[in-house]
């Protein structure tokens, strides 16, 4: 699309909303670490607007979401930016060492553990067999 295109799409979506109604928000949903996105129709508009404008300005600094810079704009998330980035998925997922070294951590706790139950049943079993 061509930055006159985008510009026309950005009009439009911001013309067609209610500022007062619009709402857009990222917020905790049941358990901690969990976000959902609640919004209305105006609230998603605007945001689409938003991610439209950091595409069409193509800048090389991130986009502010601070609350009074966008009033519809609900941040209960740390991080209140939007950053344009040429990186792949595979290399803004890629897995960590540090993930790595937890799920080894994790496997080893558990054949622990495992191996102190099976431990302590057949000393509980031993023990009941020479009472009798």
């Known amino acids: 699309m061509t930055k006159d295109q985008l510009d026309e799409i ?17 917020v905790e949903d049941v358990a901690p670490h969990e976000f959902c996105v609640k919004a ?14 950091v595409i069409n300005n193509n800048k090389e600094r991130p986009r502010n979401l601070a609350g009074e810079e966008l009033p519809w704009f609900d941040d209960l998330i740390e991080r209140q930016y939007i950053e344009l980035t040429n990186k792949s998925r595979a290399e803004l997922i890629k897995p960590t060492q540090d993930t790595k ?9 558990i054949w622990v553990i495992l191996i102190v139950v099976v431990y302590l049943i057949i000393t509980g079993i031993i023990f009941t067999i020479q009472l009798v």
């Open 10 to 26: 950005l009009t439009r979506l911001r013309e067609s909303v209610n500022h007062d109604n619009a709402y857009f928000g990222i």
């Open 40 to 53: 209305n129709e105006d609230g998603l508009k605007l945001f689409a607007a938003e991610l439209l404008d």
């Open 101 to 109: 070294s937890a799920d080894w951590r994790t496997k080893l706790i």
